[in-house]
């Protein structure tokens, strides 16, 4: 353990206080399939969120409505501040 190392870990670097967004993280367990169809539903203007959200909990990905549009409007990300 030296300041390189600390450095360069990821975790240590990261904001303690931001939540991870629950969509990233289901997409992370998706298939490629499954998160290629998740992405494009996101992607959809006519898709509801609730909707989104609703399927994804029937299937035990359990997340918000709220959670799937910051996700959508990328806010998870940081590049809306
Ligand atoms: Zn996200």
């Given at each position: 353990?030296?300041?390189?190392?600390?450095?360069?870990?990821?975790?240590?670097?990261?904001?303690?206080?931001?939540?991870?967004?629950?969509?990233?993280?289901?997409?992370?367990?998706?298939?490629?399939?499954?998160?290629?169809?998740?992405?494009?539903?996101l992607a959809n203007p006519d898709a509801s969120k609730a909707n989104i959200a609703r399927i994804l909990t029937s299937n035990g990905y359990k997340v918000s409505q709220s959670s799937v549009t910051r996700h959508a409007r990328r806010e998870c990300l940081g590049l809306s501040r």
């Open positions: 353990m030296g300041l390189l190392d600390d450095l360069n870990d990821s975790n240590k670097l990261a904001k303690k206080n931001s939540m991870r967004c629950a969509m990233c993280e289901i997409l992370s367990r998706l298939t490629a399939d499954e998160q290629k169809a998740l992405n494009e539903a």
